[in-house]
């Protein structure tokens, strides 16, 4: 493995700083530009197309082993999953938006652990539904924004991220920096010192 110039080290401390600040500075130009309606749109948007599409393969071993213990149960859930993630995809702003997201919340969070609970392997089981449950924390979490001062909340929100990311970026570079000069010094101190031979 080739050891790293001192060149290349002092390269990846700076281009990290770059895009460090470049990302905290999109975030915040996002949080300053775009409409907070327009980015939760699209956040369930996206969610929706996850669930629907995450419940396809459920639903297809659900029908292939309906009369197997829990064959029912998983064409139930997995159905009713991509129809609400499908509806969510189309219908995710105003009062019916609202309404499918706390469904859905609740479908993707007490479903997936009734399925974890009487299955036989619960924690193969919890491979499959973390996902889910995981999409529907994320609803639980913006549900306050739908519902709420929406603008207000999300701007400041992001605005508090891209700080973050900004300040994060500039210690890391900082510690960085300083443990390079260190190593850089040491390294120094410790090359070995030619001595020129004297001609007797």
């Not at 669930?51 to 393969?57: P, S, Y």
């Not at 129809?83 to 219908?91: E, K, N």
């Not at 973050?164 to 890391?172: A, D, G, H, N």
Request: a negative charge.
């Amino acid at each position: 493995m080739a050891t790293k110039t001192k060149k290349s080290v002092l390269a990846e401390i700076i281009i990290s700083l770059v895009f460090g600040l470049l990302f905290g500075g999109l975030i915040l130009l996002i949080a300053n530009l775009l409409d907070a309606t327009d980015i939760i749109k699209w956040c369930l948007i996206i969610a929706g197309v996850i669930i629907a599409v995450t419940n396809i393969a459920p639903l297809i071993r659900g029908i292939v082993h309906i009369t197997e213990k829990g064959g029912v149960l998983d064409v139930i859930f997995s159905a009713l999953g991509i129809v609400l993630g499908v509806l969510l995809a189309i219908f995710n702003i105003g009062v019916l938006g609202d309404v499918i997201t706390v469904l859905l919340a609740v479908y993707l969070i007490v479903f997936p652990i009734i399925r974890i609970i009487i299955a036989p392997s619960k924690k193969e089981q919890l491979s499959k539904e973390w996902i889910r449950i995981l999409i529907g924390a994320i609803l639980i979490v913006f549900m306050p924004f739908i519902f709420g001062s929406l603008n207000t909340i999300v701007d400041l929100v992001l605005t508090i991220v891209g700080i973050v990311i900004i300040v994060l970026t500039v210690i890391s570079f900082v510690l960085s920096l300083i443990a390079y000069i260190k190593a850089t010094k040491k390294a120094d101190e410790e090359a070995p010192v030619e001595v020129e031979a004297t001609e007797e």
